[in-house]
Nanobody, 127 residues
């Protein structure tokens, strides 16, 4: 088991920045691929980004590529999502997720691919 707790959400104007954090506890943090999903009002929950156990490789949804950066600090059991150039369409609840690394692949983007979920943190971008 691993417990995930997000923080850092809030209200920001379009063009601004926010950094989300996710603190993990429980099983060895470095054994998990970590990621972020988001769910906007009335929409399906969607993949945002993922990062390898070592932090050496990242994968992003096309909608955030070039604006968002995922990173992790295995010494602090924390994963981050730096969000720049925010747009109103980035408004959503953002969820920290973790999946057991069975095969080394970073390219799992389905909800069912991630075994552990945080409670979510609200990000609102005003126009």
């Amino acid at each position: 088991q691993v417990q995930l707790v997000e923080s850092g959400g809030g209200l920001v104007q379009a063009g601004g920045s926010l950094r989300l954090s996710c603190a993990a506890s429980g099983r060895t943090f470095s054994s998990f691929i970590m990621g972020w999903f988001r769910q906007a009002p009335g929409k399906e929950r969607e993949f945002v980004a993922a990062i390898r156990r070592s932090g050496g490789s990242m994968y992003y949804a096309d909608s955030v590529k070039g604006r968002f950066t995922i990173s992790r600090d295995n010494a602090k059991n924390t994963v981050y999502l730096q969000m720049n150039s925010l747009k109103p369409e980035d408004t959503a609840v953002y969820y920290c997720v973790a999946r057991v690394d069975y095969d080394g692949s970073l390219y799992y983007t389905g909800r069912s691919d991630f075994q552990y979920w945080g409670q979510g943190t609200q990000v609102t971008v005003s126009s």
